[in-house]
């Protein structure tokens, strides 16, 4: 089920959005295929440590996140992605790594892989492992104002 805080934000700011049932899945490969949603507009959220504090990076189910490509980009080499048991406690209204990229609604920073940027919409977990969010990627910019990661 879509977390409140989410369909909360997303109905105060008057966001045209969809909820995607699916069966239950847990990587993103799983999740795209169980929703029928093209991995390249299926949005994954990891969390990963910046000089110590969590932020999220927002990418293609089809993508990895490259540690070493990411501290260049954000210019510093303490980074690392981090463990569930890390961050679980920070999404109390979330199904452990089912988080939404609204890092803004988190306190922490959204860092957005430029191929994103392409997709007129994109699709994303609602806080469950049975429901995804789809919207244009252009609300989802404008509500979170992500940094958009520069190509290396």
Sequence with gaps: MISLRTRSFLDEHGIKYVTIQHSTAYTA????????????ELAKTVIVKIEGKPAMVVLP????????????????????????????????????????PFGNLYGMDVYVDPDLTKDEIIAF????????????????????????????
């Design 125 to 152: 977990n609602a806080g469950s492992h049975t429901e995804l969010i789809a919207l244009r990627y252009r609300d989802f910019e404008r509500l979170v104002e992500p940094k958009v990661l520069a190509t290396a």
């Design 29 to 40: 490969q799983e999740i795209a295929a169980s929703a029928h949603v093209p991995g390249r």
């Design 61 to 100: 189910a089809s993508n990895r996140v490259s540690v070493a490509e990411l501290q260049g980009l954000v210019g510093t080499p303490n980074v690392k992605i981090a463990r569930e048991a890390d961050f679980a406690k920070l999404f109390p209204d979330c199904e452990p790594g089912a988080m939404p």
